[in-house]
């Protein structure tokens, strides 16, 4: 995905917000919407499994160099309220639960 089809995307539902939702460069491809919360500014987020395999793949780290430099240098990273959010994609719990009972 393309910065522009980003911002395309944002600037049709979020136009309010257009020139307050931060992105993280470099991390387009991992970018899988906009969350909303009440109390809270909407924000850019993005897939964290997706992050590690840009940092990977771009930058030829080690999957644990890909997480700790998510962890110290972005995810970690506050520029406000609208700080993009980052989420990391597992199984429901639900199933978690039900495989771990039989």
């Given at each position: 995905?393309?910065?522009?089809?980003i911002?395309?995307?944002?600037?049709?539902?979020?136009?309010?917000?257009?020139?307050?939702?931060?992105?993280?460069?470099?991390f387009?491809?991992?970018?899988?919407?906009?969350?909303?919360?009440?109390?809270?500014?909407?924000?850019?987020?993005?897939?964290?499994?997706?992050?590690?395999?840009?940092?990977?793949?771009?930058?030829?780290?080690?999957?644990?160099?890909?997480?700790?430099?998510?962890?110290?240098?972005?995810?970690?990273?506050?520029?406000?309220?609208?700080?993009?959010?980052f989420?990391?994609?597992?199984?429901?719990?639900?199933?978690?639960?039900?495989?771990?009972?039989?």
């Amino acid at each position: 995905m393309k910065r522009t089809d980003i911002e395309s995307y944002i600037e049709e539902n979020y136009p309010d917000h257009m020139d307050k939702i931060l992105l993280a460069d470099g991390f387009e491809d991992a970018f899988m919407g906009v969350v909303e919360s009440f109390g809270s500014e909407p924000k850019a987020c993005y897939s964290l499994e997706d992050c590690e395999e840009i940092l990977r793949s771009r930058d030829n780290m080690t999957f644990e160099e890909a997480v700790e430099y998510l962890h110290f240098n972005v995810t970690q990273a506050y520029v406000g309220e609208h700080t993009p959010a980052f989420i990391r994609r597992g199984t429901p719990l639900s199933i978690t639960l039900k495989a771990n009972v039989r």
